[in-house]
């Protein structure tokens, strides 16, 4: 069976496109009348009129027959022929409009000039060609960019789907009720017998809860304040592994509140400094700034540290390229994304337009 929406949204389509050329063919009357009263203005409209339906006839048919024939189909000899056989009726339709149907119509009457005859159907018939070839051009045009836009747009839905697909594969690899009321079952029983152990059980919790939160947020994006939250949780549980060694500067400024960010964009690019970064040098310690400036819409994030060889364990398993195609399909344009390194020294600069609060 058919489905009448597309037919619908064909039919549409049509329409549309029929009313454009309407109109474009009564905007080009009205400057050729327009033109021809300031030179003649005791002309015929009926003999304008005649004659340029012939020459709008030849303006399609060199369009659909001749162009898309020879250049789109790629058949060239096919096309050829389209041209030459459309010349070949033009030329007695219009002596048939001009010596028979004018005079009888109209208020003109011609007297058959050959050399007169044959040299204004040439040069009609040249311009008309010239017009049509103009129009083929800007379709094809249009066309090209029109279908290289839905190409791309359906290239970056299939990969979104793809990447969303296989997160919503890694989150169901485990069971989210059943990892936090683990974790919550360790903390009460190890509570007793280890204050910091119980903690570092709770802060996990809160960590995994946030990674594995079923709950979609509105509009594909968290509240600021609950990413900010997770990555303060990935500094303190790293803090308590490490017994407080850690150099990390977290530095945040302007209003926070009511931001919406698309959640592990910020917390990929602070797990990227803890993976590569250099964790226990006091004078290079990790550095993360991030600022809001609500006036201007925009967020700003920076992450800097010294290298070192030695990765982290904690991940979410969200890379750089991932977070690259992920602030292109929600973002855009709105945002800019920049990796600066040398052999020491690394920086991840991120820049978002946010939400309205």
């Known amino acids: 069976m058919g489905h009448p929406d597309k037919f619908k949204r064909l039919s549409l389509l049509n329409n549309s496109v029929l009313l454009k050329h309407t109109l474009g063919w009564v905007a080009y009357f009205l400057y050729y009348i327009f033109v021809t009263y300031i030179r003649l203005p005791d002309f015929d409209l009926i003999d304008l009129f005649l004659q340029h339906v012939v020459m709008i006839c030849v303006f399609y048919a060199l ?10 189909r790629k058949k060239y000899l096919l096309g050829i022929l389209w041209f030459l056989l459309i010349a070949a ?13 004018i005079p009888i ?14 040299s204004v159907t040439i040069a009609l018939f040249v311009n008309f060609c010239v017009y049509s070839a103009v129009y083929w051009l800007v379709r094809n045009s249009i ?8 190409a791309e747009r359906r290239r970056l839905e299939v990969e979104k789907a793809k990447v969303q697909s296989d997160y919503a594969f890694l989150k169901a690899q485990v069971s989210p009720h059943f990892l936090h009321n683990t974790l919550n079952f360790l903390y009460a029983r190890v509570l007793p017998y280890s204050r910091q152990l119980s903690e570092s059980v709770l802060l996990l919790s809160k960590i995994m809860r946030y990674a594995l939160n079923e709950d979609e947020p509105a509009g594909g994006k968290t509240l600021l304040t609950r990413e900010l939250e997770h990555i303060r949780n990935i500094i303190t549980i790293n803090q308590l592994r490490f017994s407080d060694r850690l150099q990390i500067q977290l530095q945040v400024t302007g209003e926070i509140e009511g931001v919406r960010v698309i959640p592990f964009i910020l917390i990929t690019l602070v797990e990227n400094a803890f993976k590569h970064g250099e964790l226990h040098d ?24 010294k290298k070192t060889g030695t990765p ?22 709105a945002y800019i994304f920049t990796v600066k390194e040398d ?15």
């Open 312 to 333: 982290a364990e904690l991940s979410t398993g969200i890379g750089l390229n991932n977070l690259k195609k992920r602030l292109e399909w929600v973002y855009g344009k």
């Open 282 to 305: 006091s004078e290079n310690p990790i550095k993360i700034s991030l600022e809001v400036d609500k006036a201007a819409k925009k967020l700003y994030l920076e992450t800097n540290n």
């Open 89 to 101: 009726i033009y030329v007695p339709v219009r002596y048939v409009v001009v010596y028979k149907l």
């Open 143 to 150: 066309r090209k960019e029109y279908q290289l836009r839905v």
């Open 105 to 118: 119509f109209g208020k003109g009457e011609y007297h058959y000039d050959p050399k007169a005859y044959v």
């Open 343 to 357: 052999e020491i020294y690394y920086t991840a600069y991120l820049e978002l337009q946010i939400d309205e609060p």
């Open 63 to 72: 369009i659909y027959l001749a162009y898309d024939t020879f250049f789109t």
